[in-house]
């Protein structure tokens, strides 16, 4: 993996994690585009990404800061992805956790954004971080292709979180 990057987690600073298609299996959903912003319920169910999952167990289990920043059309799908994480990442401290709306800007959301890494499989969301000063790395979901606009934007990508450590 990318050498400033493990140079940054072994310093101590933060991961700040995507959900939805990194470690909720959002895009495994039918019609989920349609389906998302009114089905209550909704994001509760969604299966996890279990090699993702995993893997940011492992990290807060070896002491990185892990924090979730997801974000989500209204405070129902606010209230169901914290479902999802307390039965899914239990491990997690639920003050790490940052829901913001999907138009939000992810990167107003961190305090100290230098030294923060987010692992993030949404393009637009990693230009803004690496903009704001942040370190960026696309996950790959079955759908993606390792050459794409991340790449122009010299973003490093991974087919799985488990790759970072």
């Known amino acids: 993996m990318n050498e400033k990057i493990m140079s940054i987690l072994n310093q101590g600073h933060t991961v700040v994690c995507d959900m939805d298609g990194v470690i909720a299996d959002f895009n495994a959903e039918k019609m989920g585009i349609e389906r998302f912003a009114t089905e209550k319920g909704f994001f509760k169910n969604l299966s996890p990404i279990v090699k993702n999952l995993q893997a940011l167990k492992q990290l807060i ?61 949404y393009t637009e969301n990693l230009i803004k971080w690496k903009t704001a000063g942040g370190l960026t790395i696309k996950y790959l979901g079955e759908n993606d292709s390792p050459i794409g606009r991340h790449t122009t934007h010299n973003i490093p990508h991974i087919e799985s979180l488990g790759e970072i450590y």
Do not use: Y
């Open 61 to 121: 289990s070896v002491g990185v800061r892990v924090k979730i920043l997801s974000a989500s059309p209204n405070i129902q799908a606010d209230k169901d992805k914290l479902s999802w994480l307390s039965n899914h990442l239990k491990e997690l401290n639920q003050s790490h956790v940052i829901l913001c709306r999907n138009t939000d800007n992810k990167a107003d959301f961190i305090d100290e954004i230098e030294g923060c890494v987010l692992i993030d499989d």
